[in-house]
């Protein structure tokens, strides 16, 4: 394995296009979206390289559009399953010998193929079978893929050139990183493009073979996304892509001798489960797992008195209700002091009840579905909680529809308990509660915010009093893995701003980041004597 032989490009990262009317990538899309809509797509098992179609299939059915099939995806049965792991462990050998540029090759040019000629199938794909609008599909699906892929490659060089500061005359003291041991098990959530490839992508840029469970409602871009990276030249057998049954797959997955790592986004409930599985079969591993989660969220934004009412209406609505607030970051919670409120809710009502959503393929439309049945039933459930509550009061939308696709509208609640149930529990839709609270209990309210919740993932205040903003800064420490000062909660860029939380939204290993390879290397440390010893006595033991 060489050592810095060789320089990867500093990254920038991927310019966001507008796709505004009569722009060049604005036609393409729509040309991408008629031809994926106007097929059904048979999406395979992939195990070393081989595509297994003859399984049993579950639809892929697009979230606004119930009518249109997307795909018919195979589902792994359990001899798949044990096969995909033994043939990740199998090609980590090979794959980890090859020097870390040649490995990094790969990930670069798959970058440049998703932000070049396969961009428009990436956002179409995301688009239909995700439900997210052409602006949301190009910064993840796109962007941020790209940008995980080419980050990536310039950290893990980084890391490959980090040796013990000194070797001292007659010694060569050196320092390998080598991947861990085993498998690595990928197990992706439905919203990003972007994260359910990474997953995969950043363990096998280190060496490590992977077993990539998707969820099944993200398959369409997936599929396209392993594609690519075959034609970058990523070899059969380092990523091995199963879709079926969460539990068997995990079960498998997670009793297995050589599991070396789980690499993981989606729900605190399930990482908890994964977790003491783990515990359960520690003795059963030839390591110990690495466990890297980022996991759920109860995002907050905090306005001080002293805030800028029309940069925190944009933020409120923007971190709320951007792709239906399937987001781990999005805006759920949001504190108020009354002294703004009124003013600011009336601006609320107004430019939230002007929002238009509906298919994506309609460029003007803000919001579109939410992702399934499951999570429409869950959310309107936290809707119909508000309408019969004592404590709290729907004052703007509150509307939901399934006739056609998954829709609810942007939904704004107002409690006078801060503590109440759309307070602090996840609900990963278009709903913000709000709390507005006395000006003079700020102290107070504070301690509500940072105590509410188990989570610790995105926070945001607001203010233009320095001394306020540095108070609240403070205050908010150990609150949220990323956060955000007169912004939104949401957006992160991969090198600018390292996402992650801690307490239950997760491990906090930052995506797209060094601090996220470093998960999936064991470092070898070597020390080459070049002076023999020939003798075991030390000066000391001579007489005197």
């Given at each position: 394995?060489?050592?810095?032989?060789?320089?990867?490009?500093?990254?920038?990262?991927?310019?966001?296009?507008?796709?505004?009317?009569?722009?060049?990538?604005?036609?393409?899309?729509?040309?991408?979206?008629?031809?994926?809509?106007?097929?059904?797509?048979?999406?395979?098992?992939?195990?070393?390289?081989?595509?297994?179609?003859?399984?049993?299939?579950?639809?892929?059915?697009?979230?606004?559009?119930?009518?249109?099939?997307?795909?018919?995806?195979?589902?792994?049965?359990?001899?798949?399953?044990?096969?995909?792991?033994?043939?990740?462990?199998?090609?980590?050998?090979?794959?980890?010998?090859?020097?870390?540029?040649?490995?990094?090759?790969?990930?670069?040019?798959?970058?440049?193929?998703?932000?070049?000629?396969?961009?428009?199938?990436?956002?179409?794909?995301?688009?239909?079978?995700?439900?997210?609008?052409?602006?949301?599909?190009?910064?993840?699906?796109?962007?941020?893929?790209?940008?995980?892929?080419?980050?990536?490659?310039?950290?893990?060089?980084?890391?490959?050139?980090?040796?013990?500061?000194?070797?001292?005359?007659?010694?060569?003291?050196?320092?390998?990183?080598?991947?861990?041991?085993?498998?690595?098990?990928?197990?992706?959530?439905?919203?990003?493009?972007?994260?359910?490839?990474?997953?995969?992508?950043?363990?096998?840029?280190?060496?490590?073979?992977?077993?990539?469970?998707?969820?099944?409602?993200?398959?369409?871009?997936?599929?396209?996304?392993?594609?690519?990276?075959?034609?970058?030249?990523?070899?059969?057998?380092?990523?091995?892509?199963?879709?079926?049954?969460?539990?068997?797959?995990?079960?498998?997955?997670?009793?297995?001798?050589?599991?070396?790592?789980?690499?993981?986004?989606?729900?605190?409930?399930?990482?908890?489960?994964?977790?003491?599985?783990?515990?359960?079969?520690?003795?059963?591993?030839?390591?110990?797992?690495?466990?890297?989660?980022?996991?759920?969220?109860?995002?907050?934004?905090?306005?001080?008195?002293?805030?800028?009412?029309?940069?925190?209406?944009?933020?409120?609505?923007?971190?709320?209700?951007?792709?239906?607030?399937?987001?781990?970051?999005?805006?759920?919670?949001?504190?108020?002091?009354?002294?703004?409120?009124?003013?600011?809710?009336?601006?609320?009502?107004?430019?939230?009840?002007?929002?238009?959503?509906?298919?994506?393929?309609?460029?003007?439309?803000?919001?579109?579905?939410?992702?399934?049945?499951?999570?429409?039933?869950?959310?309107?459930?936290?809707?119909?909680?508000?309408?019969?509550?004592?404590?709290?009061?729907?004052?703007?939308?509150?509307?939901?529809?399934?006739?056609?696709?998954?829709?609810?509208?942007?939904?704004?609640?107002?409690?006078?308990?801060?503590?109440?149930?759309?307070?602090?529990?996840?609900?990963?839709?278009?709903?913000?509660?709000?709390?507005?609270?006395?000006?003079?209990?700020?102290?107070?309210?504070?301690?509500?915010?940072?105590?509410?919740?188990?989570?610790?993932?995105?926070?945001?205040?607001?203010?233009?009093?320095?001394?306020?903003?540095?108070?609240?800064?403070?205050?908010?420490?150990?609150?949220?893995?990323?956060?955000?000062?007169?912004?939104?909660?949401?957006?992160?860029v991969v090198g600018q701003q390292p996402f992650g939380g801690a307490r239950g939204s997760g491990t906090n290993d930052k995506a797209g980041s060094i601090y996220n390879l470093q998960r999936w290397i064991s470092h070898r440390t070597i020390k080459e004597n070049f002076l023999p010893i020939t003798a075991y006595e030390y000066p000391h033991m001579g007489e005197s």
């Open positions: 394995m060489s050592h810095g032989t060789f320089m990867v490009p500093t990254p920038q990262n991927e310019p966001v296009l507008s796709y505004a009317p009569g722009s060049e990538e604005r036609a393409n899309l729509k040309t991408e979206l008629a031809a994926q809509k106007s097929q059904t797509v048979e999406i395979p098992i992939v195990i070393g390289g081989e595509k297994v179609f003859d399984r049993e299939t579950l639809d892929l059915v697009s979230p606004h559009n119930r009518k249109l099939t997307l795909a018919k995806v195979a589902q792994a049965n359990r001899d798949d399953v044990s096969k995909a792991i033994d043939t990740a462990i199998a090609a980590r050998k090979q794959w980890a010998a090859l020097p870390w540029e040649e490995r990094a090759a790969v990930f670069l040019k798959a970058a440049d193929l998703i932000s070049g000629k396969y961009r428009q199938k990436m956002n179409a794909a995301t688009m239909l079978g995700q439900s997210k609008t052409c602006h949301q599909a190009e910064i993840e699906a796109a962007c941020e893929l790209a940008d995980f892929l080419r980050f990536n490659a310039y950290f893990a060089q980084k890391i490959y050139e980090e040796q013990p500061m000194h070797s001292p005359y007659g010694q060569w003291n050196r320092s390998v990183a080598r991947p861990i041991e085993g498998f690595v098990f990928a197990i992706a959530p439905f919203n990003f493009t972007a994260i359910s490839l990474n997953l995969a992508c950043a363990p096998a840029l280190m060496g490590c073979g992977v077993l990539l469970k998707p969820s099944h409602t993200a398959t369409l871009a997936t599929h396209y996304g392993l594609q690519i990276l075959e034609e970058a030249g990523l070899p059969a057998g380092v990523i091995n892509l199963v879709h079926g049954d969460p539990k068997m797959i995990g079960e498998l997955a997670l009793s297995h001798k050589d599991l070396g790592g789980i690499h993981f986004t989606g729900s605190t409930g399930v990482f908890q489960h994964l977790w003491s599985q783990v515990g359960s079969n520690i003795k059963n591993y030839r390591s110990y797992p690495r466990i890297v989660g980022e996991t759920g969220g109860k995002d907050f934004v905090f306005a001080h008195p002293s805030a800028d009412k029309d940069q925190l209406l944009t933020a409120l609505i923007r971190g709320a209700f951007e792709y239906q607030g399937q987001k781990c970051s999005a805006a759920s919670r949001a504190y108020i002091p009354k002294s703004i409120w009124q003013e600011l809710k009336k601006d609320l009502i107004e430019s939230t009840s002007k929002i238009k959503m509906g298919d994506p393929e309609d460029f003007s439309h803000f919001m579109a579905a939410v992702i399934d049945q499951k999570a429409f039933d869950k959310i309107n459930a936290y809707i119909e909680h508000a309408r019969a509550a004592k404590d709290a009061n729907i004052i703007c939308g509150g509307e939901y529809d399934q006739s056609q696709g998954y829709f609810i509208r942007p939904t704004v609640i107002e409690t006078t308990n801060p503590k109440y149930k759309s307070m602090v529990e996840e609900i990963f839709g278009p709903v913000l509660t709000v709390y507005p609270y006395d000006d003079a209990q700020l102290e107070e309210t504070l301690q509500l915010c940072e105590e509410s919740t188990d989570y610790a993932l995105t926070g945001a205040i607001f203010a233009k009093d320095r001394y306020a903003v540095k108070k609240l800064c403070d205050f908010f420490e150990n609150t949220a893995g990323n956060f955000y000062i007169n912004d939104k909660p949401t957006g992160a």
